[in-house]
């Protein structure tokens, strides 16, 4: 059975900072590319990064580039997302996910998480 599971969300003010993990089960983790959405209510879930099986290559959306940053540990079937300079539009619920395909940034990926909730408060 595959699982990802995110962890790290929480609250955090307008300029801080917050690192969600995702560990991953149940697949083999090297052979998945990996991203992270997010979502609020009413709204379909929003691209905001991806990373390709080796790490070499991240995308972002172009309202966190320079501020999040995306990276993965094989060794321990984990992605990351370091998230920076944070702003009130960026609360959500933060999601992860896993797909055979590299360099997707729409929310067809093949699993998902559960998400973990983000608030940023002004």
């Known amino acids: 059975q595959v699982q990802l599971v995110e962890s790290g969300g929480g609250s955090a003010q307008t300029g801080g900072s917050l690192r969600l993990s995702c560990e991953v089960t149940?697949?083999?983790?090297?052979?998945?590319?990996m991203g992270w959405f997010r979502q609020t209510p009413g709204k379909g879930r929003e691209f905001v990064a991806a990373?390709?099986?080796?790490?070499?290559?991240?995308y972002y959306m172009d309202s966190v580039k320079g501020r999040f940053t995306v990276s993965r540990d094989n060794a321990v079937n984990t992605v990351y997302l370091q998230m920076n300079s944070l702003k009130p539009e960026d609360t959500a619920v933060y999601f992860c996910?896993?797909?055979?395909?590299?360099?997707?940034?729409?929310?067809?990926?093949?699993?998902w998480g559960q998400g973990t909730q983000v608030t940023v408060s002004s």
């Open positions: 990373i390709s099986l080796t790490g070499r290559s991240s």
């Open positions: 996910a896993a797909d055979r395909r590299d360099g997707v940034m729409s929310p067809e990926y093949e699993y």
């Open positions: 149940g697949l083999t983790f090297r052979l998945y590319a």
